[in-house]
T-cell receptor, first 109, second 114 residues
Framework: GQNIDQPTEMTATEGAIVQINCTYQTSGFNGLFWYQQHAGEAPTFLSYNVLDGLEEKGRFSSFLSRSKGYSYLLLKELQMKDSASYLCAVRDRDYKLSFGAGTTVTVRA | TAGITQAPTSQILAAGRSMTLRCTQDMRHNAMYWYRQDLGLGLRLIHYSNTAGTTGKGEVPDGYSVSRANTDDFPLTLASAVPSQTSVYFC?????????????FGPGTRLTVL
């Protein structure tokens, strides 16, 4: 099974940088995903890591360390529209996803 | 393209009644999933199907059943609803159960069981 931990809430100022950490314990690791979910909407895919290191995609980057069971999502140049919940999800060897409870990010002007 | 559609958008259901939540995808994805999302608990997998004709149990399958008669449709049935099944239900699909292929989510069904 999976045990996935991420902070419940974070607040940051427009234009700033925020780092959302995710730690996991898994019986079989097969990839880590980050999703964004605005209130009342469906989750949408942000990033995928299966090997150690940093994946950069525009203002968003995601890092993975498999030996430490650790990932982070880095949001740069924060915009008001980035206010949302960010979900960390771990895929197991049966290709099923287990999700953390999500981190609600509030961007202040 | 429509992607994944779910129906109904929301529903209020009396306890003990049955209901089927519908999910249809037009992306020809082979894998489909049903999740429920509850405050503070995140998304939890109810049932999944890796290909048409096969289904499997997720983390919280009790009280729910699914079928996968074809590639596009993956209905979720509550045989006798209970208040603890009040939740937001999301259907998702992916074009492979492996590789870097991601799961894409439908808009969700908000279900209230009274």
């Amino acid at each position: 099974g999976q045990n996935i931990d991420q902070p419940t809430e974070m607040t940051a100022t427009e234009g700033a940088i925020v780092q959302i950490n995710c730690t996991y314990q898994t019986s079989g690791f097969n990839g880590l995903f980050w999703y964004q979910q605005h209130a009342g909407e469906a989750p949408t895919f942000l990033s995928y890591n299966v090997l150690d290191g940093l994946e950069e995609k525009g203002r968003f980057s995601s890092f993975l360390s498999r030996s430490k069971g650790y990932s982070y999502l880095l949001l740069k140049e924060l915009q008001m529209k980035d206010s949302a919940s960010y979900l960390c999800a771990v895929r197991d060897r049966d290709y099923k996803l287990s999700f953390g409870a999500g981190t609600t990010v509030t961007v202040r002007a | 393209t429509a992607g994944i559609t779910q129906a109904p958008t929301s529903q209020i259901l009396a306890a003990g009644r049955s209901m089927t939540l519908r999910c249809t995808q037009d992306m020809r994805h082979n894998a489909m999933y049903w999740y429920r999302q509850d405050l503070g608990l995140g998304l939890r997998l109810i049932h999944y199907s890796n290909t048409a004709g096969t289904t499997g149990k997720g983390e919280v399958p009790d009280g729910y059943s699914v079928s996968r008669a074809n590639t596009d449709d993956f209905p979720l049935t509550l045989a006798s609803a209970v208040p603890s099944q009040t939740s937001v239900y999301f259907c998702a699909s992916s074009d492979s159960s492996g590789g870097a292929n991601t799961q894409y989510f439908g808009p969700g069904t908000r279900l209230t069981v009274l």
